[in-house]
């Protein structure tokens, strides 16, 4: 093997990152996530953030159980090169509960990622939306729901 001259990034695939998860390569309570094939440890949430996913989690619970799993700060496999643990999913519903596999892109209805702080970052999950205070979101997935920033922090 010949020296490198300059470093280059070598980037993981979802499956090697499984793999490292499987092999206990991270402890369990490591708050780690891969994003375009780098893993990035995350910053612990502070009070104002969990509430924030609290308020969300129990918006949605109370008003679209029946039509999508609610998913707070679960995992979400995006092949190649992406495994992120949003804040909250809508997932749309199946039996097991997605006990047979992590949902993937196409079971999203809807993707939220909290920032409390440092201002919405993308995360590398695109087609973002940022929604500040007095704003509204029409979910594509339910079009006759519109979300109301009122409705949920008052």
């Not at 996530?33 to 996913?53: F, K, R, T």
């Not at 990622?113 to 205070?133: C, H, K, M, P, Q």
Request: net charge negative.
């Amino acid at each position: 093997m010949g020296a490198i001259e300059t470093p280059t990034r070598l980037s993981l695939t979802v499956e090697q990152y499984e793999a490292m998860h499987d092999a206990g390569v991270f402890p369990d309570e490591a708050r780690v996530e891969l994003i375009d094939g780098v893993i990035y440890e995350m910053a612990p949430p502070g009070s104002p953030h969990h509430a924030v996913v609290m308020r969300l989690t129990q918006f949605f619970c109370t008003r679209l159980a029946t039509r999508a799993t609610i998913s707070p700060q679960g995992p979400l496999k995006l092949p190649p090169d992406s495994y992120p643990q949003p804040d909250l999913q809508l997932l749309a519903p199946r039996e097991d509960f997605y006990e047979a596999g992590t949902p993937q892109s196409g079971d999203v209805l809807l993707l939220i990622e909290v920032s409390v702080s440092t201002g919405l970052a993308d995360g590398g999950y695109g087609n973002r939306r940022v929604v500040e205070r007095g704003g509204v979101i029409l979910p594509t997935a339910f079009p006759e729901f519109p979300v109301r920033w009122e409705d949920v922090f008052g």
